[in-house]
């Protein structure tokens, strides 16, 4: 797939739908989540049509600070999770992004975490709200097990939507499912940080 990739949030009356493409617009999975309903069972699908379902990411705890989030195929193969470090990143949000066998291979970090405090908390106020998303633009990196950055998520201005690039800084090897497993992770903790306002 040819970075940057698209992640894009489509807010609607109850719910939002996230869709995620490549540089040459190319649909790699698509979401719909539906609003007021349990959030640690996400059902991902190919395309927008939810035509096949190809991957689930379910929680392994219920209330858990640091609770790890599973990928899994649609016949139940783990194929790698996400955990957050917890207390550990209360100020700087941190997520462990593993393989199936809990081996670490890439660190999710937040490079400025107070625009992220300040979108949250300007986002809450009733007009102030629709301009936030000019104004503060969180921004991650994610570190291979070198530490070296590999590459960054940026929170892209919008007033309409949520938009999140995630550009290659680093050409590197991997796997069809290695590349599948940093999205998800990526995915996994921008739905959480949001949940975590």
């Known amino acids: 797939m040819e970075h940057p990739i698209k992640f894009r949030f489509t807010y609607l009356t109850l719910g939002s739908k996230i869709t995620v493409t490549d540089a040459t617009e190319r649909v790699i999975f698509f979401v719909e989540r539906k609003a007021f309903k349990f959030k640690e069972d996400i ?11 190809i991957f689930a990411i379910k929680a392994q705890s ?7 989030y599973d990928f899994k195929t649609p016949d139940g193969i783990n194929i790698g999770s996400v955990k957050r470090r917890g207390m550990k990143s209360f100020w700087k949000a941190t997520y462990e992004i593993m393989q199936a066998d809990k081996q670490i291979d890439y660190i999710l970090k937040e490079e400025n975490p107070f625009a992220k405090i300040m979108d949250n908390i300007m986002g809450e106020i ?15 990196v994610v570190l291979n097990s070198d530490q070296q950055i590999v590459m960054r998520l940026t929170k892209k201005r919008s007033i309409t ?37």
Do not use: C, H
Not at 174 to 187: A, C, D, K, N, Q
């Open 161 to 197: 939507e949520g938009i999140f690039l995630l550009d290659e800084i680093q050409k590197f090897a991997r796997t069809p499912e290695e590349e599948m497993r940093v999205l998800l992770g990526v995915f996994t903790a921008m739905i959480l940080e949001k949940n975590r306002g």
């Open 62 to 68: 219920w209330i858990d600070w640091s609770s790890i």
């Open 43 to 53: 059902r991902i699908y190919n395309d927008i049509n939810k035509t096949e379902e």
């Open 126 to 140: 009733p007009i102030v709200n629709i301009f936030t998303g000019l104004m503060f633009n969180p921004k991650y």
